[in-house]
């Protein structure tokens, strides 16, 4: 312990005298996914020498000898492959647990560091979903308000249209979500991009806008719709509910079934012409109750995804019934 926590004080020296040939390079990596740390420069042991690749400057991964003779650490064998060649190093499937400095070392008359590497290892970035509030028209612009989230965060904008061109209210919009990563909404062409990244990974959804704008008609903009959840009762295998999609002048009632594995909607999609001559229509999506008001110029829904709703743990039911 004490001989490699010397090795790390020289390393600094060294790196220092040498004006940054071994300055701390960082690398990002995607949990589940190989690691691959290079020594750039062309080493020639002397006969004497000894080079190691260390973790966190306490323990070595692997140490080579002037024989050329390697020694992996136990704690390392089966995922360390160690080129004697060009001693480059590849730790493979990598955890959270294998972030940290790893730091390649020449240990002999002279003490050098030779490459240094500060490692940190992220999962994949979840999934994000663009979702359509609003769309509002008149003969001269297009109005549409847009949720772009993910399982942590989400980012609500606006964007206008006129004949011509498109702009986002207050132009791009990010964050950096509760877990680090960065959700970012913004105007790209004549698209809407919501975008989730992070160092090693990134996911994205994209609308076009023209398709939901109409700028030739005069009528005035739906009004909206809610979506209201009227019982929800639970079995050991299933659970049935009840919902309202209403407007101010029309409404729906559907119901729907869910057992482990699916949801229908009994008699399938739902619709009708209100009194003022738009269409409502209730429906089943995925796992989402849909409830939408549309005329030719405009549109407005309201969403409830079904399994929160839910509770498939019937003794549960059963003691609240009790």
């Known amino acids: 312990m004490a001989q490699i ?11 220092w005298k040498t004006h940054g040939s ?15 740390l290079d020594v750039k420069e062309l080493l020639v042991l002397g006969k004497d020498d000894e080079f190691s690749w260390t973790y966190n400057k306490t323990s070595n ?3 080579l000898f002037h024989d050329k003779k390697n ?12 080129s004697v060649q060009n001693h480059s ?5 990598v955890q959270h647990s294998d972030s940290g400095d790893y730091t390649a070392l020449i240990n002999g008359d002279n003490i050098q560091c030779v490459a240094e590497y500060r490692v940190i290892i992220q999962d994949p970035v979840s999934p994000v979903q663009l979702s359509v509030n609003s769309v509002s028209n008149s003969r001269e612009s297009c109005n549409l308000t847009v949720t772009c989230s993910t399982e942590d965060s989400l980012i609500n904008s606006t964007f206008t249209c006129d004949t011509q061109t498109c ?5 791009e919009q990010s964050k950096v979500t509760t877990s680090g990563s960065s959700l970012r909404v913004y105007l790209l062409n004549d698209s809407i991009i919501c975008n989730h990244s992070n160092q090693v990974n990134w996911t994205r959804e994209m609308k076009k806008i023209r398709p939901l704008c109409s700028l030739n008609a005069g009528e ?11 019982s929800v009762s639970n079995s050991t295998e299933s659970c049935n509910l009840t919902v309202t999609c209403s407007t101010e002048d029309s409404l729906i009632n559907s119901t729907f079934r869910c057992d482990t594995q699916t949801c229908n909607q009994e ?14 229509r209730v429906y089943l999506l995925n796992d989402f109750i849909i409830c939408n008001h549309s005329s030719q110029v405009s549109w407005t829904r309201d969403i409830k995804e079904i399994r929160p709703l839910c509770s498939q743990n019937a003794g549960e039911t059963e003691r609240q019934n009790n």
Do not use: W
């Open 5 to 15: 926590v010397l090795l790390v004080v020289v390393c600094v020296m060294y790196s």
């Open 22 to 36: 071994s300055a701390v390079t960082t690398v990002f990596v995607q949990k589940g996914k190989d690691l691959h």
């Open 61 to 63: 991964v692997v140490r």
């Open 71 to 82: 020694k992996i650490s136990d704690s390392y064998k089966g995922r360390v492959e160690f």
């Open 89 to 93: 190093l590849l730790l493979k499937n």
């Open 167 to 171: 702009h986002q209210e207050g132009g």
């Open 220 to 230: 005035n903009p739906v009004s909206p719709v809610q979506l209201s959840v009227n």
């Open 267 to 280: 008699g399938g999609d739902q619709s009708e012409v209100t009194t003022s001559g738009s269409s409502l």
